[in-house]
């Protein structure tokens, strides 16, 4: 019977273990501001905070002035938002 309950538990461990592990990969999304001015996309210093936005993450570029934004790689976000109050 104690033999049983060994395995039980470790089973229940490994399940347990292997959930927290799966749950880790899923990063919370956040909200990426750009300030690069004109730049390219992946260049991690033109967001706030710094880091290439991913596809968790809400995309601001709405500062004003007039700037270009390249998109210089495949970029998958979970939305995006565009438009200052001045500017082109």
Same mark, same amino acid.
């Given at each position: 019977?104690? &033999?049983?309950?060994?395995? $039980? &538990?470790? &089973? ?19 909200? %990426? ?11 991690? =210093? ?17 500062? @004003?002035?007039? $700037? =270009? %934004? =390249?998109?210089?790689? @495949? ?12 500017? =082109?």
């Amino acid at each position: 019977m104690e &033999r049983c309950h060994f395995f $039980y &538990r470790i &089973r229940v461990a490994f399940f347990l273990s292997l959930l927290i592990l799966l749950a880790g990969n899923h990063a919370i999304a956040g909200t %990426v501001s750009w300030v690069g001015g004109t730049g390219n996309w992946n260049t991690p =210093t033109n967001w706030d905070p710094a880091g290439v936005p991913g596809p968790g993450d809400g995309v601001l570029i709405t500062e @004003d002035g007039t $700037y =270009t %934004v =390249t998109l210089d790689v @495949d970029a998958i976000v979970a939305s995006l938002t565009l438009g200052g109050s001045t500017g =082109t």
